[in-house]
């Protein structure tokens, strides 16, 4: 069944419409667009959506803005600092919309759905707020701001996947390209705003999304990261109107969509990105096994280690369950790199919860961690419902020990690969010099060696042999 039905799917990818190239030349576009983004991974990859569009529109994309006739910033909630930093870089604009009049300014993004139109109030050079579900409207909207008026459209819908829509990739290193498989988000983990911001979740079809893989691989590219809030949630029904497939009884869950993305070619690289500990089935993990370009890293954040925190997070699992869930991924995938997120200083937490949340870090033996302290934001369930108790300095001593511990971690992870040998993808130049490369493990390590003369490119596999470390780089030398 599995055959017929990726068959099916990659005889369609072959055939679907060719995606538009990546027209990028400013000079052809009498009007241009510059767009700055803000947050996770899946708003840089609605930035691309957004430029499709406007370029479509008869705008190009530009780096200056001192030659941009429209200037966007895609904007994140999800925390009060990710809010003051689009604040200050507003004030940055005014200068520049006071020396040029005609400057349009928008607001995408979660700030913009979070906010609406008080932003307009709250913020007065701006003349679009756009949500982001209503980028369609975009062309119209910048031409109701052209003739003077202020524009807004911040609907959600519970379809909108913009499927159809091939990104142009704007700041992409032409090996890595980043792909959108679902939007928003149904989990309602009381911290958290992307709920309110980004709505629904919804699953966008499954041809298109292999078709996307397929047409960045023809271009040379090497990996792709499958993106979504909750990646294991997927779950597509085709309506394939072709009886030999069992009408209506296939289903593409995550597991078979990663299969299917794999399939492309071995010398694609796969990843994806976030997994919830509740979701992401043993399916997933064999699937993983079984294909040599399925990327042997897992993204699973735990938030909290006590389980009294992760159920007023509303997280759906203990701290056994999640440590069950730790053992489960060792057993099948014993090369697994594992990452997390944690929040430091949740409403009510204790010295002891604290000390929970590192254990549970230790027994998991994360290789990198995303830590932060936590920041209540409007209307979020936990603001509605607790009192956000933990004083600041609290929560910034228990962040830095977090934060401290996974230093060791890392640095303890990275020590246990010396020796070793791994396939890299080369994704440039290290930051530090010229001479030497940057390339990815499997497991998602970031490693820096010397090109000491061969001949190798930037989108090659190549062997590297581990020599040495630092806490966040491995350091190696091609063999
Ligand atoms: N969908 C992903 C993550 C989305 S947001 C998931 O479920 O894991 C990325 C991370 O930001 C979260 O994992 C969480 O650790 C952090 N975060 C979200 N809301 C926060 C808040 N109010 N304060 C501090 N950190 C928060
Ligand atoms: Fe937020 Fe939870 Fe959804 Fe992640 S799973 S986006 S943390 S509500
Ligand atoms: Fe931020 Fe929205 Fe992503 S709140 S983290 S940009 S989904």
């Known amino acids: 069944m599995l055959d ?38 899946m708003n840089f990859s609605d930035s691309e959506i957004v430029a499709s569009i406007l370029q479509n529109a008869g705008f190009g994309a530009t780096r200056n803005v001192a030659e941009a006739d429209l200037v966007l910033l895609n904007t994140c909630s999800i925390r009060e600092k990710a ?73 959600l819908s519970r379809e909108e996947t913009y499927a159809d829509i091939s990104p142009v990739r704007l700041n992409s290193n032409g090996v890595s390209g980043f792909v959108s498989i679902m939007r928003g988000c149904n989990n309602m983990c009381t911290f958290c705003v992307v709920p309110f911001t980004r709505g629904r979740e919804r699953s966008r079809d499954a041809f298109s999304i292999v078709r996307e893989c397929q047409d960045l691989f023809d271009r040379g590219y ?63 993990l064999h699937v993983i096994t079984r294909y040599e370009n399925i990327c042997k890293y897992i993204h699973l954040p735990v938030q909290s280690g006590s389980s009294r ?8 699992y203990t701290r056994e369950w999640y440590m069950a869930k730790i053992n489960r991924i060792r057993e099948i995938i014993p090369n697994c790199g594992i990452s997390s997120d944690i929040i430091a200083g949740f409403c009510t937490e204790t010295e002891q ?4 949340t590192l254990s549970l870090m230790e027994y998991s033996g994360y290789d990198l961690s995303y830590m932060f302290f936590y920041s209540e934001r409007p209307g979020t369930l936990a603001q509605r419902r607790y009192k956000d108790d933990v004083p600041e300095a609290v929560k910034k001593r228990r962040l830095q020990e977090i934060v401290d511990l996974q230093n060791r971690l890392s640095k303890e992870s990275n020590k246990k690969d010396q020796g070793k040998t ?17 390339g990815r493990t499997s497991q998602n390590k970031v490693i820096v060696f010397s090109k000491s003369g061969n001949a190798y490119k930037k989108g090659d596999y190549v062997k590297v042999k581990v020599t040495d470390c630092t806490k966040a780089t491995l350091l190696g030398e091609i063999i």
Not at 245 to 272: C, D, H, N, Q, Y
Not at 309 to 316: A, F, G, K, V
Not at 423 to 429: A, K, M, P
């Open 222 to 284: 090497k990996e792709v990261t499958l993106l979504g809030q909750n990646v294991d949630s997927y779950y597509f029904t085709p309506e394939t109107g072709d009886s030999s497939l069992g009408k209506a009884t296939v289903v593409v869950t995550f597991a078979l969509l990663l299969e299917m993305v794999a399939k492309i070619s071995p010398l694609l690289r796969v990843r994806f990105s976030t997994s919830h500990p509740k979701d992401i089935t043993d399916d997933v």
């Open 83 to 155: 809010e003051q930093t689009v604040r200050k870089r507003l004030t940055e604009f005014r200068k520049i919309k006071q020396a040029k009049p005609g400057l349009l300014v928008g607001i995408l993004g979660c700030m913009a759905e979070r906010l609406k139109s008080k932003l307009l109030e709250e913020e007065h050079l701006v003349d679009l707020v756009v949500g982001p579900d209503a980028y369609r409207s975009l062309p119209g909207l910048v031409e109701e701001a052209e003739g003077g008026q202020k524009a807004v459209n911040v609907l």
């Open 309 to 316: 925190i992760l159920q007023m997070m509303n997280r759906t």
């Open 4 to 41: 017929v039905l990726t068959q099916k799917i990659h005889d369609e990818a072959r055939q679907g419409e060719a995606y538009t190239p990546f027209i990028n030349d400013p000079a052809q576009y009498h009007k241009k667009f510059y767009i700055e983004s803000y947050g996770c991974q």
């Open 422 to 438: 791994f396939e890299v993808l080369i994704e440039g130049d290290s930051k530090k010099s010229e001479q030497d490369w940057m």
């Open 353 to 356: 919860d604290h000390q929970d």
